[in-house]
């Protein structure tokens, strides 16, 4: 189970416990596009959107040990 506030965008997370039926299976590993008080958007690795809210979406994702996952601009 994910703590919204310790989650940051590019963190990428393992889905668990019951899955994301009709978007992802257990194991699979998505990304954190935006985080929110009590929701946090991910994306797949098609690119695919999802958000996961309140407790219910937060017991279905992990952390991993990955995060900061974008590349930072250096222009």
């Not at 506030?5 to 954190?32: F, S, T």
């Not at 929110?36 to 979406?57: M, T």
Request: a negative charge.
């Amino acid at each position: 189970m994910i703590v919204y506030a310790e989650i940051k965008p590019g963190d990428i997370l393992r889905i668990v416990g019951v899955g994301a039926p009709g978007y992802a299976r257990n194991g699979d590993l998505v990304r954190v596009t935006e985080v929110h008080p009590n929701s946090v958007h991910v994306e797949d690795r098609d690119g695919q959107p999802c958000e996961f809210v309140f407790n219910c979406g937060a017991a279905r994702l992990e952390p991993t040990e990955w995060k900061d996952d974008f590349p930072k601009d250096t222009a």
